[in-house]
């Protein structure tokens, strides 16, 4: 009943939310189509609860990335997507593995201008799935597909990879690799140098004929930092204590891991995420400490960027992320977060610009790639266009609702800003139960707009809670 009567609260209007255990008893007997929203922390019940997601197809929900559902366009240069390796080692348990693989070929060949590589993101959300490349080709706009998989087995393993032409469903070159574990960075780079060969005539190759540097000198280091990205991928409060032990691990086994440092830093930039603000400080240490090591490590410039728009500092933060986005012009997270800051600094049209394409290397983007874009509109007074930013959010987190009541209040429409204004205070009190604090809430929202750079963007931001009758 406790459970019931949470996910009753997750529940759009007009909707329902069932438990994953309900959605296992039911998947096969009826017709009907259930969402998956992942696992949901919720009030009095110690582990996060699996949910599965109805609505009413008439209510025409928003989807989350408009246009991923009917297809992309192609971009204008040869585009791929890697879609996760298959764990083949017969353990659940080293998911990790086979996901942190994929990551890293990912991570590689985004290092390569001359490709259009989709984000990890997007390509998993095709994970356990029996997938039609033509159909993935279709839904990322892409003309290329890799597929795998790993079994690691004691100090071995084997490696399989196929790159496939999505329209034709022909395959371009397979391979499998039977490696000692301590080759594996050895097969990551001949997977990453084949794929981008066989694009003929596609990418110089001075670019294919590129030494990618391991992560680390130890092995037991790298099996901790992929550990340590499993949980920091699931952006879980509970799961930030076992990322950062991982990563912890993984720099006493290796100092000289400018990536193991790098996570750890990423521990802490989730910690202010969850509003801890005096994480800060060991975040911006942490990075900077990343970067000494490495200057050239995407990972270490991408936190310490992110760190230092924690820290009131976005200039330097843009310099760091275009560091970054040097060494890697493909990865949607650097891009991602280049447009992030340049919201903080005061760049909008910059920003605009760099956000859209990170929609398009990512179709299927996380809640805050609309959420500053969307910011990017409110301060250029854009209000309608920033309007359709923030809904375009699937099940918004709270302060969503504040920023579109902000909205509408700028854009003269009172009525509909009282109506988000209260759907602000409904969400806070599904977010924290009893203890929802309406003020506090805003107090810490208005604090997070300090370290945005221009008082003007602060203000209008201010103002447009105050229209809408928030506390501020």
């Known amino acids: 009943m406790n459970i019931a009567a949470r996910l009753e609260g997750l529940a759009e209007p007009g909707g329902i939310c069932i438990s994953g255990k309900v959605y296992e008893e039911i998947r096969n007997k009826l017709s009907i189509a259930f969402e998956d929203m992942g696992e949901q922390e919720v009030k009095n019940i110690p582990e996060p609860v699996r949910v599965y997601r109805w609505t009413d197809a008439t ?34 348990e080293q998911e990790y593995f086979s996901d942190g693989i994929t990551e890293d ?27 039609d490349v033509s159909e993935v080709g279709r839904k990322l706009g892409v003309q290329f597909v890799v597929e795998g998989s790993v079994r690691k087995v004691g100090n071995r393993v084997r490696i399989t990879a196929q790159l496939v032409e999505a329209e034709t469903r022909n395959h371009l070159w397979a391979e499998r690799y039977d490696r000692e574990l301590e080759d594996i960075f050895a097969v990551q780079d001949e997977v990453v140098a084949t794929i981008a060969a066989t694009l003929p005539g596609r990418v110089e190759h001075a670019r294919v004929e590129h030494s990618r ?37 993984a720099v006493e086994l290796d100092p000289n891991s400018a990536r193991a440092r790098a996570g750890v830093a990423h521990t802490y930039l989730q910690d202010i995420f969850w509003n801890d603000f005096d994480a800060r400080h060991p975040c911006l240490e942490h ?33 760091m992320l275009e560091r970054a986005l040097e060494i890697m012009p493909a990865s949607a997270d650097v891009v991602t977060t280049l447009g992030i800051c340049l919201v903080h600094a005061g760049r ?42 923030f809904e375009r959010i699937v099940d918004p987190p709270s302060w969503i609702h504040a920023y579109l009541a902000a909205s509408y209040a700028n854009d003269g429409d009172d009525e509909t800003a009282a109506e988000q204004a209260k759907a602000f205070v409904r969400s806070l009190s599904h977010e924290y139960g009893e203890q929802a604090d309406v003020t506090h809430s805003m107090d810490i929202m208005i604090k997070d707009f300090g370290v945005y750079k221009r008082p003007e963007d602060r203000r209008l931001m201010i103002d447009g809670f105050r229209k809408a009758g928030l506390p501020v």
Not at 112 to 127: E, G, Q, Y
Not at 373 to 383: D, I, P, S, T
């Open 348 to 389: 909008h049209d910059e920003a605009i610009e760099a956000l859209t394409a990170a929609i398009r290397l990512d179709p299927f983007q996380p809640v805050w790639t609309h959420e500053f874009l969307g910011e990017a509109y409110f301060f250029k007074h854009l209000f309608r266009e920033a309007i359709t930013e």
């Open 105 to 131: 070929i990912i991570t590689e060949l985004s290092r390569f201008p001359s490709l259009f590589v989709i984000a990890r993101n997007s390509s998993f959300t095709f994970k356990g799935e029996a997938v």
């Open 287 to 319: 990075a900077e400490r990343a970067v000494a090591l490495d200057r050239d490590e995407p990972d270490a410039l991408y936190v310490l960027g992110s760190a230092l728009i924690k820290n009131g500092r976005p200039d330097e933060g843009v310099r």
């Open 59 to 92: 209510a025409d929900p928003m989807p989350a990335t408009a246009g991923a559902e009917e297809g992309l366009p192609l971009p204008d240069k040869p585009s791929i997507a890697v879609l996760p390796f298959t764990n083949m080692s017969g353990d659940p």
């Open 213 to 249: 540097r391991a992560p680390t000198n130890s092995l037991s280091a790298y099996d901790c930092i992929l550990r340590g990205n499993k949980h920091i991928r699931n952006y879980r409060r509970h799961e930030i204590a076992d990322a950062r032990a991982a990563f912890e691990r």
